[in-house]
């Protein structure tokens, strides 16, 4: 059996999250036992969420164990397999952490599924393709459902769910409105993934400012809205909403550190009469063979070219977290481990 | 013509609302146009969205025009009618506003309807089979939709909506727990009412302490809640619901005066999943003749045993309004005309 490293949770943040709340240990892989598949990891794909299971307050799921190595999701390819339905060489997607090698239990429902690389390159599995994209289809779908000729905004939109957000938007008609950080991530939103405009929001100090830049970008007003981010864009967007306006909450980044960010203004939720709902898209299975035949289409004849930030080899995955957190990647931050 | 009086709001409140916003004056009705009906108004209804619809930013519909009457929910008889529905001495609900007579287009739809005072009482068509009752019904059916053994809570418990959502949720097996201010309304919420517990928000200095109590009342979480109040005691229920909990807002009354309140930790929304929507029942009026016979018949059975707190005569509904904002009434702001 191959040799394993593996990045676990060794101490929990205080504030921010450091490097040093990682550790990299090595590890031998367990003998396959029946219906067991080994998989060797390609790329590892690190999200947001993985922030708030860090914690050991309540948060989306149950806290990620210390000592024990990192969730994530990743895509690789089947080195050996005591499973009929799995055979060396498939390739495969599914939840196998921080590590280079996974051993997966082939009967556990969706733990593990084969993925076809024809068309959309493997790593896409893990953002357009992926649990990212299908959150952007059950947000905007489920919650939000525009109608066409709505306008609808997103936060985070030159990251992995927001690119996805903006196709499956304007497949249906909408006017998109990207809020990103900084002119070329703007500039990416608007060129590359075909939104209506995009605000940078470092170019404003509060969210009377930002909301000002959303009032010229969204002369009608916004009907839905998806948030990844919280605190001052959610602020802004809430001053611009019509009424009977939706807002589905999948990501409150800035909330993690430290102390909670306040809602500003939450009156608006009676005044504009809204509907706020916060949702993880992995409680919602059902609707995930229809999200990935969509997305699947829209890359494959090319109308939506996500973008990846890639870190290389496993011992780059810890410092290429913090920077998502901090906003540093451009499009879907993934780790290449081979 | 009978000699009418009204008030009128003659100036728009800077910070909080005060007696010189109005203005009583004199008006002779008007002649009576073909179509037209008489009404001489019984009972007056004072409702939390006033004080909104005073200010002339955005809330719940246009603001109320300087120096027209205040409008207003009114129960009264009709005094002479060109109309051939409505005969002079037909009991009738409508939207009289604050004055002693009104008329009312007897073709506009839904401006005013005949009721029958054999089990219930004419003031109560204001109240638990008006209105607020509908608002309680439409938060709970359609936005929280309980199931049986589940908790819910409601702020202000012992007032026309808290009362009315009280006895819709024993109704369909919920636990309920009422928030009020002050032991004789946290008396009157559990012995007259049948709420299963009330606490006095005005025991807790914050939103932390207010969090303590619900957790011994609710010792299996909150499901629903419907929010009449916000601030503190919103932030409080935030703390304790469980995943996949609805929260219907219908007022902010906190928030009217001043700067607006801020939410104090919106994560919690996507960390528990939570929808929060924000209605006026206004808008819903498919759902009337339903909620209505439903809670006419709680009433008419005694299952519902509304209180109300009557101010005698025109004059004095500017400072029972007032009052209404600080939480001095005692079950559903009436003021008796006649």
Redesign the interface.
Known sequence: MPVNHKIVLDNRPVGAATAANFKLVEAPTPALQDGHVLVRHHYLSLDPYMR?RMNES???AQPQPLGEVMIGGTVGEVVESQHPKFKAGDKVVGMGGWQNYSVVDGNALGALRKVDTTHVPLSHYLGAVGMPGVTAWYGLCKIIEPKAGETVTVSAASGAVGSAYGALAKARGCRVVGIAGGPDKCAYVVNELGFDECIDYKQHADAISLAKALKVACPNGIDGHFENV?GMV?DAVMLRTNAFARIA????IA??DGA????????L????????????VS?HMEVWPEALQELGTLVGTGKLRPRESVAEGLAAAPEAFLGLLKGKNFGKQLVKLI
């Open positions: 708030g309540k948060s989306y919280g959610l909450v999948c990501g409150m909330g993690y909670p960010l306040p809602m500003a203004n939450p009156a939720i009676l005044v504009n009469r809204m509907k706020i709902q916060g949702f993880i409680e």
